[in-house]
């Protein structure tokens, strides 16, 4: 099993940047490809990306290609998801998950076995 942790959230003036970190322990990270996902009230939750095992490939929903970028340190096991040009459709609950695959493309969450709590990101106008 692995566990995931969710930090950096915060409230952000529209056009800033934020960068969330989703550390892992009990197993590592190198194991699993990772996903971004968030969740606004109201909705469904929408993948936002997601990055190989061992990092390189990446894929990043439309909504936000260009803007945010997903990196990896397996040796610190951790994942990060850097956020500029934040705009206030991004407020959302934030997750990491964690798959037992290695594809970045995989919108689905059920696919995902791990989950971390989530950090709340907030753009303001």
């Known amino acids: 099993q692995v566990q995931l942790v969710e930090s950096g959230g915060g409230l952000v003036q529209a056009g800033g940047s934020l960068r969330l970190s989703c550390a892992a322990s009990g197993r590592t990270l190198s194991s699993y490809a990772m996903g971004w996902f968030r969740q606004a009230p109201g909705k469904e939750r929408e993948f936002v990306g997601g990055i190989r095992r061992s990092g390189g490939n990446t894929y990043y929903a439309d909504s936000v290609k260009g803007r945010f970028t997903i990196s990896r340190d397996n040796a610190k096991n951790t994942v990060y998801l850097q956020m500029n040009s934040l705009k206030p459709e991004d407020t959302a609950v934030y997750y990491c998950?964690?798959?037992?695959?290695?594809?970045?493309?995989?919108?689905?969450?059920?696919?995902?076995?791990?989950w971390g709590q989530g950090t709340q990101v907030t753009v303001s106008s």
């Open positions: 998950a964690a798959r037992d695959g290695n594809s970045a493309f995989f919108p689905t969450p059920s696919g995902y076995a791990y």
